[in-house]
């Protein structure tokens, strides 16, 4: 399974991005489907996941009411759109997907997630 992610750039605070992450190979699932992001000289952060369902979301403290997960089956895409961005929101965003994961299971785990997307950057400016 290869995963290819869009949709980053340079925005500025207050301001949207929305994030899309193509699958392509390996089985049609369903997938459980997640974003992660990495900010310089950080670790890797939980920011949203969907499960194998789509009835079950959840998102990391500091996105929430903010970020909005969703996926289309049929096209294997998860998308994440970002409002109210801010500077801390600057980071590389990952996507991760998995075919295996429990029905309704969103996990915020990377260790959960067999494939992984390349990461594109946001950029939130003051």
């Known amino acids: 399974v290869q995963l290819q992610a869009s949709g980053g750039g340079l925005v500025e605070a207050g301001g949207s991005l929305r994030l899309s992450c193509a699958a392509s190979?390996?089985?049609?699932?369903?997938?459980?489907m997640a974003w992660f992001r990495q900010a310089p000289g950080k670790e890797r952060e939980f920011v949203a996941a969907?499960?194998?369902?789509?009835?079950?979301?959840r998102y990391g403290v500091s996105v929430q009411g903010r970020f909005t997960i969703s996926k289309d089956h049929p096209k294997r895409t998860v998308y994440l759109q970002m409002n109210a961005l801010e500077p801390d929101d600057t980071a590389v965003y990952y996507c991760?997907?998995?075919?295996?994961?429990?029905?309704?299971?969103?996990?915020?785990?990377?260790?959960?997630?067999?494939?992984w997307g390349q990461g594109t950057l946001v950029t939130v400016s003051s």
């Open positions: 969907v499960s194998r369902s789509g009835r079950k979301i």
């Open positions: 190979g390996g089985t049609f699932g369903p997938y459980a």
């Open positions: 991760a997907q998995d075919p295996a994961l429990r029905w309704y299971t969103a996990s915020s785990t990377t260790t959960d997630y067999s494939y």
